[in-house]
């Protein structure tokens, strides 16, 4: 589920932030180690697509779910009426090739007993055409990819190949074709619209990739928070962000207007069974270092930069 407020409370305590940063410009965050852990760019744009049917049939209510830490991301508590007709709450996944949950492979040696499929979202007459309305927003979150962590973007590609290979071996048609017309780097988007997000995790994406948040809307003042990085953005219509869900403690609230996110993720799972070896963390070149303002932060040296 991600959420552990009592595990993320004690490592504030162990760890604690030397100070707080609003970040509201271009930025860049890097650790002691020169690893990339933040990038920040806002009033990016990014578009959207209607599947207001699929955000309506997403939520869960109370006696569905057993409970908070489990299926907070659809249950119906987190999200807030739309202003707009025709606006749906809701949350979606959208993949051409994942694991089911508790399915998922974890390590790249592991004896496999599953096999990956479609996400519910893509099967049935119209997937097709659902990742045609897609591909704008799929093709931008791949040039930020191929940009922020190129040998990701490398491997996440090398991936989808034998993905596709795979597939037609197997008879996965549905699979072969979805993965065809599949055209970002990422190998599942999640479609978000007017939720309130705790401060949680991403515990199946890789440690050393980097998710890609877009969001649009009518809404104003909101800010995500990283409570274990002491960071907090402006987080406004227009924002990208991009950061290791699974390393970054994140959450967004919202009191009032409307807002959909685009999250592009990968999983540890489907790399593992493309047998696509992992990668090294993304690190600033420490050449460009003299011409950047240095920030103290936790510690350690971080670099800070504006374009």
């Known amino acids: 589920s991600g959420l552990n407020d009592a ?13 707080r940063m609003f970040l509201d410009s271009p930025s860049v965050v ?9 990038w920040y760019l806002p009033d990016m744009f990014i578009a959207t697509v209607g599947m207001g049917d699929l955000l309506r049939k997403s939520i869960t209510t109370g006696n569905e779910s057993t409970g908070r830490t489990s299926k907070w991301r ?10 707009e007709p025709g606006l749906i709450p809701g949350c979606i996944n959208i993949s051409p090739c994942w694991f089911q949950q508790g399915r998922e492979v974890s390590t790249s040696f592991a004896v496999i007993t599953f096999i990956p499929e479609v996400s519910g979202t893509l099967k049935g007459d119209s997937n097709l055409s659902s990742i ?46 979805c993965l065809q017309h599949w055209a970002s780097a990422y190998t ?27 969001s649009i809307g009518s809404y104003d003042n909101a800010v995500m928070n990283l409570t274990n990085l002491g960071i907090d953005l402006a987080y406004n219509p227009g924002v990208m962000v991009s950061y290791s869900g699974r390393l970054v403690r994140h959450g967004v609230q919202v009191s009032e207007g409307n807002r959909i996110v ?46």
Request: aromatic residues 12%; hydrophobic residues 40%; positive net charge.
């Open 74 to 83: 659809t249950n119906n508590s987190n999200f807030r009426a739309a202003m």
């Open 7 to 19: 595990r993320e409370e004690a490592l504030l305590a162990k760890f604690p932030p030397a100070e």
């Open 188 to 214: 599942g988007a999640a479609v978000v619209c007017n939720r309130d997000t705790p401060g949680h995790r991403d515990p199946k994406c890789p440690p050393e990739g980097f998710d890609i948040l877009t």
């Open 30 to 38: 890097i650790d002691a180690g020169y690893r990339i852990i933040l």
């Open 262 to 307: 685009w999250a592009w993720f990968m999983r540890d799972s489907v790399h593992n069974h493309a047998r696509t070896p992992r990668t090294e963390y993304a690190k600033y070149n420490l050449a460009d270092f003299a011409m950047y303002h240095l920030a103290r932060y936790n510690q350690a040296d971080f670099v800070r930069y504006r374009t």
């Open 132 to 177: 045609m309305d897609m591909q704008r927003p799929a093709l931008l979150s791949s040039a930020a990819l191929r940009v922020m962590h190129p040998q990701l973007y490398r491997a996440s590609m090398s991936t989808h190949v034998k993905l596709g290979l795979w597939a037609a071996e197997q008879g996965q048609d549905e699979m072969y074709r």
